[in-house]
């Protein structure tokens, strides 16, 4: 029994390792600025236009070397005696055991909407189990594997600087920023002084504990137009995901996923595919948001 948990860790391990490998992979070579036809922005009124920035990947990155040192060495960091630690590591143990578990598992992937995206689900179904320990030390995992991406600070300075409504939405979950806002760990994006105060959807956590919408479901954009106040034909996203921007002139994302939902999507004005801070910086200057 030991030896097979021990490969069972040793198999989360590492595949959570690759997925922190997944910013070095080449990404699509596609177009960094979607557009509506003839769109600019130069003659419109700053407080007018809202600009969506998604988290991860945009405004907060991922290496090996953050996975390791902020995840792996810090997962047990909500503990502080040995003996709490102890503890804590055989509730992982407990979990992994748990044949109800693997049912929440099935459960989530199997979401009447397809994949469930959202972390926190997945959280606060082991936290419902009884583990919530774990939980607790997991929301601070999904946090601290991640750093603010400084070389976007100096846009979004500019950006806000010129008046123009800033906003974050993201698939990050509702108690997942929460954490991030009260251990200030991003306090230049989510701080008392940062940009973004709150998640333009899901910035309340469901009483089911499940959530049921996230990009790219046409609810998503539609809940965080209203939820920021703001028309679509006024409104970019900046994204790293070229699936997550279905809603740029019915765009390739729904060529290339022909889905109900890419297909049903609000169009908003434009969509920057964001790979490097110089190609964003010189999509908002074909935009003309920035000199």
């Known amino acids: 029994m030991k030896k097979k948990l021990a490969i069972a860790l040793l198999g989360i391990c590492t595949i959570a390792t690759l997925q922190a490998l997944k910013p070095w992979e080449q990404k699509e070579q596609v177009p960094t600025l979607q557009l509506k036809e003839g769109v600019t922005f130069v003659d419109k009124n700053p407080g007018d236009v809202h600009i969506f920035f998604d988290a991860h990947g945009v405004l907060v990155e991922r290496t090996l070397w953050t996975f390791i040192k902020g995840g792996m060495f810090n997962l047990f960091a909500t503990k502080e005696t040995f003996k709490e630690k102890a503890y804590l590591a055989g509730q992982f143990v407990q979990v992994l055991c748990n044949p109800n578990f693997y049912r929440g598992l099935r459960d989530l992937l199997g979401n009447p909407k397809g994949k469930n995206k959202i972390t926190e689900s997945y959280l606060n179904m082991i936290g419902a189990l009884g583990y919530?320990?774990?939980?607790?030390?997991?929301?601070?995992?999904?946090?601290?594997?991640?750093v603010t991406n400084r070389d976007i600070l100096p846009l979004l300075a500019k950006l806000k600087s010129r008046g123009y409504n800033l906003?974050?939405?993201?698939?990050?979950?509702?108690?997942?920023?929460?954490?991030?806002q009260q251990r200030n760990l991003?306090?230049?994006?989510?701080?008392?002084?940062?940009?973004?105060?709150?998640?333009?959807?899901?910035?309340?956590?469901?009483?089911?504990?499940?959530?049921?919408?996230?990009?790219?479901?046409?609810?998503?954009?539609?809940?965080?137009?209203?939820?920021?106040?703001?028309?679509?034909?006024?409104?970019?996203?900046?994204?790293?995901?070229?699936?997550?921007?279905?809603?740029?002139?019915?765009?390739?994302?729904?060529?290339?996923?022909?889905?109900?939902?890419?297909?049903?999507?609000?169009?908003?004005?434009?969509?920057?595919?964001?790979?490097?801070?110089?190609?964003?910086?010189?999509?908002?200057?074909?935009?003309?948001?920035?000199?």
């Open 167 to 180: 906003h974050l939405f993201s698939n990050i979950g509702a108690e997942i920023f929460e954490d991030a």
């Open 132 to 146: 919530k320990d774990v939980r607790e030390a997991l929301i601070q995992f999904a946090n601290n594997v991640f």
């Open 186 to 291: 991003f306090p230049e994006l989510f701080g008392d002084k940062g940009y973004f105060e709150h998640n333009t959807i899901n910035f309340t956590a469901p009483e089911s504990g499940t959530y049921t919408t996230w990009k790219p479901q046409p609810e998503a954009y539609t809940q965080a137009l209203s939820n920021a106040g703001a028309q679509a034909e006024e409104s970019i996203m900046i994204e790293d995901k070229l699936k997550n921007l279905p809603t740029v002139l019915g765009i390739k994302a729904a060529q290339k996923k022909k889905t109900r939902a890419t297909q049903k999507t609000e169009q908003w004005t434009a969509g920057i595919l964001y790979r490097n801070q110089n190609e964003a910086e010189n999509a908002f200057k074909e935009l003309g948001l920035i000199n």
